[in-house]
Nanobody, 116 residues
């Protein structure tokens, strides 16, 4: 059984920072592709940040220079550090992991609300 649980969301004013966490059971992040996606009301889920198993990263243009995705392999955790938050960042953020077979798993999501 694979389970991903996000935490760390909340309400923050524009310009503030949050760190989202993703804890996993049943799968190891170390050698797998990881990512964060978000979904705002009325919109489709979109990529925010991702990292393949070999260490490359990519970010949505809207968050480049502000967000950072990283792993703590010892704790089997994935994080998204979000700085200089904007109201446009308001969404439910979801953790993702894809294994070597191309099977992906999603967390339950955590709400991030940025006030102006």
């Amino acid at each position: 059984q694979v389970r991903l649980v996000e935490s760390g969301g909340g309400l923050v004013q524009a310009g503030g920072s949050l760190r989202l966490s993703c804890a996993a059971s049943g799968i190891i992040f170390r050698d797998n592709a990881i990512g964060w996606h978000r979904q705002a009301p009325g919109k489709q889920r979109e990529l925010v940040a991702s990292s393949i198993r070999y260490g490359t990263t990519n970010y949505a243009d809207s968050v480049k220079g502000r967000f950072t995705i990283f792993r703590d392999n010892a704790k089997n955790m994935v994080y998204l550090q979000m700085n200089s938050l904007k109201p446009e960042d308001t969404a439910v953020y979801y953790c993702y992991v894809g294994n070597e077979r191309g099977v992906g798993y999603w967390g339950q999501g955590t709400q991030v609300t940025v006030s102006s």
